[in-house]
T-cell receptor
Framework: GAGVSQTPSNKVTEKGKYVELRCDPI?????LYWYRQSLGQGPEFLIY????????DSGLPNDRFFAVRPEGSVSTLKIQRTERGDSAVYLC???????????FGDGTRLSIL | KQEVTQIPAALSVPEGENLVLNCSFT??????LQWFRQDPGKGLTSLLL?????REQTSGRLNASLDKSSGRSTLYIAASQPGDSATYLC?????????FGTGTSLTVIP
């Protein structure tokens, strides 16, 4: 596609529920990143994929968070047993490779009630 | 851990003024530095990327400089316009990730 696409744009759910957030990167981009942005803050790194593998998942806050990219294109960020503190905007970015300019989607605004 | 700081946090200027946004980072071992623009409710739009071996990059009315040894970058915006109103974020790439500052919220008054 023309840009990075994230769905849904908004997600409201109750504490304790499971959520999945989807990212469609720019076609041909091998690197994919997930970030989390709280109000008034800059994005914080969660995980980096190079191809199908998670090259760096050091930013995932705990084991409730997991991400996959099974075919090296679309990625899904999964959050189990959601907590109110998980509320944030989740941003996805893709690039042609490590260290190349990153192109961001518009994010998914997640609200945990 | 890399820390990125942006000053000022907010800036309001009349249309037509030239302005400078500042970014500093604590660890000079960076791969590159990228400036982004973020509009409310939107993702980030890349403005300029400076490789660690470069000193500056220019695009239209924007000029970004990098002094890696001192851990500083500036974004210069010439002849500001109301459409420039947005939050500007600086990010340094090190390891496998970008480290972001908290941004400068810019308002250009018509």
């Amino acid at each position: 596609g023309a840009g990075v696409s994230q769905t849904p744009s908004n997600k409201v759910t109750e504490k304790g529920k499971y959520v999945e957030l989807r990212c469609d990167p720019i076609s041909g981009h091998t690197a994919l990143y997930w970030y989390r942005q709280s109000l008034g803050q800059g994005p914080e790194f969660l995980i980096y994929f190079q191809g199908t593998g998670a090259a760096d998942d050091s930013g995932l806050p705990n084991d409730r968070f997991f991400a996959v990219r099974p075919e090296g294109s679309v990625s899904t960020l999964k959050i189990q047993r959601t907590e109110r503190g998980d509320s944030a905007v989740y941003l996805c970015a893709s690039s042609e490779g490590r260290g190349q300019p990153q192109h961001f989607g518009d994010g998914t605004r997640l609200s945990i009630l | 851990k890399q820390e990125v700081t942006q000053i000022p946090a907010a800036l309001s200027v009349p249309e037509g003024e030239n302005l400078v946004l500042n970014c500093s980072f604590t660890d000079s071992a960076i791969y590159n530095l990228q400036w982004f623009r973020q509009d409310p409710g939107k993702g980030l739009t890349s403005l300029l990327l400076i490789q660690s071996s470069q000193r500056e990059q220019t695009s239209g009315r924007l000029n970004a400089s990098l002094d890696k040894s001192s851990g500083r970058s500036t974004l210069y915006i010439a002849a500001s316009q109301p459409g420039d109103s947005a939050t500007y974020l600086c990010a340094v790439y090190a390891g496998n990730q970008f480290y972001f500052g908290t941004g400068t919220s810019l308002t250009v008054i018509p």
